[in-house]
């Protein structure tokens, strides 16, 4: 079921909210958003509320068994990525940046933001559907750059059935499968990159694809590798 707000501060921190208070969340479910007055991407900052995008969280049960909870992040990238590409003809330049972007060429069209609370994690997912935001650190644009936008409405739906699919494939069968799919959508290998990470370090290096637990792996000048467990990639022009 999709519950849709006139306004809110953010879809997020909502969930957060009715979790920690113990009131029934139903994995499954989505909170859709016309509006967001506190809208935030990672590291806290703040996300554009374009009226016409798509701004919606749901949550997932962490059970026994099943893979990381922070492999939820390339998840939600494919689910979003096939979405996108059911409904918007002719968009070839479409790929997912590591660990949780979608990309037009080199412009962030959607981010995904994951935010634990006891055995759940939410999972926030905002569109630039129909207007993008004027970020001074990176491209932005919107879907309507390629064609008619997919009404807001329908994408929840679309994105909510491929939401629903990969999760159900990530329980049954684990991370390979959803590796394979991430993979096939992402950037390509020997993109160079840029990475800000947590400590404040900063590595420069070519993607070379994922490691079996979803972290990223960078060839660097040197010849050596290093594997990213967390940080800011950006994409760096050459």
Sequence with gaps: MIHY?????????DLLAALRNG???????WLVADRQSAGRGRQGRGWHDGHGNFMGSTIVRMQPGQPPAHTLSLLAGVALFETVQSLV?????????????LLAGDA??????????????VIGIGVNLVSEPELPDRKTLALTAFGPAPERDAFAQSLAAHFATELERWRTFGLE???RS??????PKGTTVSVHEPDGGKV???????????????????????????GD??????
């Design 5 to 13: 707000v006139p306004e809110t501060g953010s879809t997020n921190a």
């Design 23 to 29: 009131d029934p969340v139903r994995e499954g479910d």
């Design 89 to 101: 003809a002719g968009l070839r330049s479409l790929m997912l940046k590591w660990p949780n972007d």
């Design 108 to 121: 962030k069209v959607a981010g995904i933001l994951l935010e634990g609370a006891g055995d759940a994690v």
């Design 177 to 179: 499968p959803l590796m």
């Design 182 to 187: 991430w993979n096939a959508a992402s950037m």
């Design 204 to 230: 420069l290096g070519q993607f070379d694809g994922l490691e079996p637990d979803g972290s990223m792996r960078l060839c660097l000048a040197d010849g050596g590798r290093r594997v990213i467990h967390a």
């Design 233 to 238: 990639v950006m994409l760096v022009e050459r």
